[in-house]
Protein backbone atom coordinates (compact mmCIF):
# COMPACT_ATOMS: atom_id res chain seq x y z
CA UNK A 1 0.00 0.00 0.00
CA UNK A 2 1.23 3.15 -0.89
CA UNK A 3 -0.06 6.49 1.49
CA UNK A 4 0.87 10.04 1.10
CA UNK A 5 0.55 12.89 2.52
CA UNK A 6 -0.79 15.99 0.47
CA UNK A 7 0.04 19.13 0.61
CA UNK A 8 4.10 19.79 0.59
CA UNK A 9 4.19 15.97 -0.41
CA UNK A 10 1.71 14.35 -3.10
CA UNK A 11 1.09 18.41 -4.58
CA UNK A 12 3.83 20.68 -6.31
CA UNK A 13 3.77 24.11 -5.06
CA UNK A 14 0.60 25.65 -7.11
CA UNK A 15 -0.74 22.71 -5.14
CA UNK A 16 -1.27 20.58 -8.07
CA UNK A 17 -0.83 17.27 -9.07
CA UNK A 18 1.45 17.05 -11.39
CA UNK A 19 1.66 14.87 -14.85
CA UNK A 20 4.23 13.09 -13.92
CA UNK A 21 2.59 12.07 -10.27
CA UNK A 22 -0.48 11.07 -12.03
CA UNK A 23 1.06 8.56 -14.59
CA UNK A 24 3.25 6.96 -11.59
CA UNK A 25 -0.12 6.81 -9.30
CA UNK A 26 -1.77 5.61 -12.13
CA UNK A 27 0.74 2.81 -13.05
CA UNK A 28 0.53 1.34 -9.25
CA UNK A 29 -3.23 1.30 -9.41
CA UNK A 30 -3.25 -0.52 -12.78
CA UNK A 31 -1.01 -2.97 -10.61
CA UNK A 32 -3.75 -3.26 -8.04
CA UNK A 33 -1.85 -1.35 -5.36
CA UNK A 34 -3.86 0.65 -2.73
CA UNK A 35 -3.41 3.83 -2.59
CA UNK A 36 -4.32 6.21 -0.08
CA UNK A 37 -4.58 10.02 0.88
CA UNK A 38 -3.25 10.74 4.91
CA UNK A 39 -3.55 14.15 4.73
CA UNK A 40 -4.50 16.84 7.57
CA UNK A 41 -6.97 18.52 5.27
CA UNK A 42 -10.41 17.79 6.19
CA UNK A 43 -12.89 15.56 3.88
CA UNK A 44 -14.38 18.99 2.34
CA UNK A 45 -10.91 19.57 0.83
CA UNK A 46 -10.45 16.40 -1.25
CA UNK A 47 -12.12 17.26 -4.24
CA UNK A 48 -9.40 18.93 -5.82
CA UNK A 49 -7.02 16.19 -5.31
CA UNK A 50 -9.37 13.48 -6.55
CA UNK A 51 -9.82 15.91 -9.58
CA UNK A 52 -5.81 16.08 -10.09
CA UNK A 53 -5.26 12.40 -9.59
CA UNK A 54 -8.23 11.38 -11.56
CA UNK A 55 -9.60 8.79 -9.56
CA UNK A 56 -10.93 9.10 -5.98
CA UNK A 57 -8.95 7.30 -3.38
CA UNK A 58 -9.21 6.10 -0.01
CA UNK A 59 -8.78 8.62 2.57
CA UNK A 60 -7.09 9.51 6.07
CA UNK A 61 -7.80 13.14 6.99
CA UNK A 62 -8.07 15.44 9.77
CA UNK A 63 -4.38 13.86 10.81
CA UNK A 64 -5.97 10.39 11.44
CA UNK A 65 -9.40 11.43 13.31
CA UNK A 66 -10.89 10.16 9.51
CA UNK A 67 -11.54 7.99 7.21
CA UNK A 68 -12.85 8.77 4.05
CA UNK A 69 -14.22 6.87 1.08
CA UNK A 70 -13.98 9.93 -1.89
CA UNK A 71 -15.53 7.51 -4.52
CA UNK A 72 -18.89 7.46 -2.09
CA UNK A 73 -18.65 10.77 -0.31
CA UNK A 74 -18.95 8.66 2.96
CA UNK A 75 -17.16 9.23 5.92
CA UNK A 76 -16.86 5.55 6.99
CA UNK A 77 -15.00 6.22 10.69
CA UNK A 78 -14.23 9.13 13.52
CA UNK A 79 -12.32 10.13 16.48
CA UNK A 80 -13.53 12.92 18.10
CA UNK A 81 -12.36 15.35 21.18
CA UNK A 82 -15.69 15.75 23.20
CA UNK A 83 -17.23 18.36 24.61
CA UNK A 84 -15.68 18.01 27.85
CA UNK A 85 -11.83 17.75 26.43
CA UNK A 86 -12.62 21.04 24.50
CA UNK A 87 -13.08 23.30 27.20
CA UNK A 88 -10.23 22.06 29.08
CA UNK A 89 -8.17 23.09 26.01
CA UNK A 90 -9.78 26.05 25.49
CA UNK A 91 -8.90 27.28 29.09
CA UNK A 92 -5.54 26.27 29.03
CA UNK A 93 -4.14 26.92 25.38
CA UNK A 94 -5.67 30.73 26.66
CA UNK A 95 -3.75 30.63 29.69
CA UNK A 96 -0.39 29.33 28.29
CA UNK A 97 -1.21 31.08 24.72
CA UNK A 98 -2.57 34.63 25.91
CA UNK A 99 -4.06 36.19 22.59
CA UNK A 100 -4.86 32.77 20.92
CA UNK A 101 -7.73 32.23 18.70
CA UNK A 102 -9.78 28.96 18.47
CA UNK A 103 -11.28 27.14 15.86
CA UNK A 104 -12.67 23.66 15.58
CA UNK A 105 -13.43 21.08 12.68
CA UNK A 106 -16.24 19.26 12.68
CA UNK A 107 -17.80 16.10 10.62
CA UNK A 108 -21.12 15.47 9.08
CA UNK A 109 -21.95 12.08 7.57
CA UNK A 110 -20.25 13.61 4.04
CA UNK A 111 -17.64 15.59 3.27
CA UNK A 112 -19.85 18.30 2.01
CA UNK A 113 -23.35 17.63 4.17
CA UNK A 114 -24.74 21.22 4.89
CA UNK A 115 -26.65 20.43 8.30
CA UNK A 116 -22.89 20.80 9.84
CA UNK A 117 -21.17 23.60 10.27
CA UNK A 118 -17.95 22.04 9.50
CA UNK A 119 -14.99 24.58 10.02
CA UNK A 120 -16.08 27.69 13.31
CA UNK A 121 -13.80 29.79 14.68
CA UNK A 122 -13.46 32.26 17.28
CA UNK A 123 -13.73 36.15 16.79
CA UNK A 124 -9.70 35.99 17.70
CA UNK A 125 -8.73 33.49 15.47
CA UNK A 126 -6.95 34.42 11.94
CA UNK A 127 -6.35 31.80 9.44
CA UNK A 128 -3.05 30.75 8.59
CA UNK A 129 -4.47 29.75 4.91
CA UNK A 130 -7.54 30.73 2.72
CA UNK A 131 -10.34 29.22 4.38
CA UNK A 132 -13.29 30.61 2.66
CA UNK A 133 -16.50 28.19 3.91
CA UNK A 134 -15.34 29.42 7.86
CA UNK A 135 -18.20 30.05 10.02
CA UNK A 136 -17.02 32.68 12.90
CA UNK A 137 -18.59 32.45 16.08
CA UNK A 138 -18.57 33.13 19.54
CA UNK A 139 -15.98 31.43 21.91
CA UNK A 140 -18.25 29.20 23.56
CA UNK A 141 -19.55 27.84 20.21
CA UNK A 142 -16.77 26.49 18.94
CA UNK A 143 -16.11 24.20 21.72
CA UNK A 144 -19.76 23.61 22.26
CA UNK A 145 -19.63 20.08 20.00
CA UNK A 146 -17.63 17.15 19.36
CA UNK A 147 -14.71 18.16 17.21
CA UNK A 148 -12.06 16.25 15.09
CA UNK A 149 -9.81 18.94 15.85
CA UNK A 150 -9.30 21.81 17.28
CA UNK A 151 -7.13 24.71 16.07
CA UNK A 152 -4.88 27.03 17.86
CA UNK A 153 -3.73 30.36 16.14
CA UNK A 154 -1.08 32.76 17.36
CA UNK A 155 0.00 34.82 14.70
CA UNK A 156 3.83 35.94 14.70
CA UNK A 157 4.86 32.87 16.81
CA UNK A 158 6.47 29.28 15.59
CA UNK A 159 4.24 26.41 15.63
CA UNK A 160 7.40 24.62 16.89
CA UNK A 161 7.28 27.44 20.00
CA UNK A 162 3.17 27.10 20.53
CA UNK A 163 3.83 23.52 20.83
CA UNK A 164 6.69 23.40 23.06
CA UNK A 165 4.45 25.86 25.58
CA UNK A 166 0.87 23.48 25.23
CA UNK A 167 2.24 20.03 25.19
CA UNK A 168 3.67 19.54 28.63
CA UNK A 169 0.64 20.55 29.93
CA UNK A 170 -1.72 18.31 28.33
CA UNK A 171 -1.18 15.23 30.64
CA UNK A 172 -2.56 13.08 27.61
CA UNK A 173 -5.64 14.66 27.23
CA UNK A 174 -4.79 15.29 23.49
CA UNK A 175 -2.35 14.85 20.49
CA UNK A 176 -0.62 17.79 19.47
CA UNK A 177 0.96 18.09 15.90
CA UNK A 178 1.42 20.97 13.21
CA UNK A 179 1.74 20.83 9.75
CA UNK A 180 2.64 24.76 8.74
CA UNK A 181 5.04 26.50 11.09
CA UNK A 182 2.96 29.78 10.68
CA UNK A 183 1.64 30.11 14.52
CA UNK A 184 -0.84 27.00 14.23
CA UNK A 185 -1.00 24.03 16.06
CA UNK A 186 -3.79 21.49 15.82
CA UNK A 187 -4.79 19.21 18.63
CA UNK A 188 -6.58 15.82 18.21
CA UNK A 189 -8.53 12.73 20.58
CA UNK A 190 -5.41 11.20 22.50
CA UNK A 191 -3.36 8.50 19.97
CA UNK A 192 -4.97 9.85 17.05
CA UNK A 193 -2.70 10.57 14.55
CA UNK A 194 -1.98 9.64 10.65
CA UNK A 195 -0.47 6.43 11.98
CA UNK A 196 -3.32 5.52 14.06
CA UNK A 197 -6.09 6.56 10.93
CA UNK A 198 -3.47 4.84 8.44
CA UNK A 199 -3.94 1.40 10.79
CA UNK A 200 -7.30 1.65 10.53
CA UNK A 201 -7.44 1.63 6.63
CA UNK A 202 -4.69 -1.32 7.10
CA UNK A 203 -6.53 -3.63 8.14
CA UNK A 204 -9.55 -2.68 6.80
CA UNK A 205 -7.02 -3.87 3.24
CA UNK A 206 -5.78 -6.64 4.78
CA UNK A 207 -2.37 -5.12 4.74
CA UNK A 208 0.66 -5.42 6.85
CA UNK A 209 2.24 -2.27 8.04
CA UNK A 210 5.69 -3.57 6.39
CA UNK A 211 4.07 -3.50 3.34
CA UNK A 212 3.53 0.54 3.63
CA UNK A 213 5.23 2.88 1.54
CA UNK A 214 4.64 5.91 3.17
CA UNK A 215 5.43 9.97 1.97
CA UNK A 216 5.47 13.16 4.15
CA UNK A 217 7.14 16.62 4.85
CA UNK A 218 5.80 17.87 8.43
CA UNK A 219 5.76 16.93 12.08
CA UNK A 220 2.39 15.87 11.56
CA UNK A 221 3.99 12.94 9.21
CA UNK A 222 6.23 11.88 11.46
CA UNK A 223 4.35 8.75 13.14
CA UNK A 224 3.33 7.94 9.89
CA UNK A 225 6.72 7.91 8.53
CA UNK A 226 7.82 5.74 11.44
CA UNK A 227 4.81 3.06 11.29
CA UNK A 228 5.52 2.23 7.77
CA UNK A 229 7.48 0.00 6.19
CA UNK A 230 9.16 2.43 4.08
CA UNK A 231 9.24 5.96 5.61
CA UNK A 232 9.76 8.70 2.51
CA UNK A 233 10.39 12.61 3.26
CA UNK A 234 10.60 15.10 0.84
CA UNK A 235 13.56 17.20 0.02
CA UNK A 236 11.43 20.38 0.93
CA UNK A 237 10.25 18.55 4.38
CA UNK A 238 10.91 19.81 8.32
CA UNK A 239 14.25 18.19 9.72
CA UNK A 240 11.90 15.88 12.00
CA UNK A 241 10.01 14.44 9.36
CA UNK A 242 13.35 13.81 7.63
CA UNK A 243 15.01 12.26 10.49
CA UNK A 244 11.95 9.96 10.40
CA UNK A 245 12.68 8.88 6.91
CA UNK A 246 13.97 5.36 5.98
CA UNK A 247 14.65 8.12 2.71
CA UNK A 248 14.61 11.72 1.78
CA UNK A 249 13.55 12.07 -2.28
CA UNK A 250 13.68 15.03 -4.10
CA UNK A 251 11.36 17.50 -2.82
CA UNK A 252 7.73 18.45 -4.16
CA UNK A 253 8.53 20.63 -6.81
CA UNK A 254 10.64 17.99 -8.51
CA UNK A 255 8.08 15.02 -8.52
CA UNK A 256 9.80 13.57 -5.51
CA UNK A 257 6.57 11.17 -5.01
CA UNK A 258 6.70 9.88 -8.69
CA UNK A 259 10.02 9.63 -8.27
CA UNK A 260 10.33 6.78 -6.25
CA UNK A 261 6.78 5.18 -7.21
CA UNK A 262 9.07 5.10 -10.83
CA UNK A 263 11.81 3.21 -8.92
CA UNK A 264 9.59 0.67 -6.97
CA UNK A 265 6.97 -0.13 -9.78
CA UNK A 266 10.05 -0.36 -12.43
CA UNK A 267 12.72 -2.39 -10.15
Known amino acids: MVATDVDGTLLDEWERVTPRTRTAVAALIADGVPFVLATGRPPRWIDPV ?12 GNGAVIYDSAADRILHTSTLDVESLVWIADLAERVLPGCGLAAERVGRSAHDAATPQFVSSPEYEHAWLNPDDTQVSRQEVISAPAIKMLIRLRGTPSAQMQSALEPHLAGRADITYSTNNGLIELSAPGITKAAGLSVVAERLGVDPAAILAFGDMPNDVPMLRMAGHGVAMGNAHPE ?15 GVARVLERWWES
Open 241 to 255: AQAAADEITASNAED
Open 50 to 61: VEGLGFPPLCVC
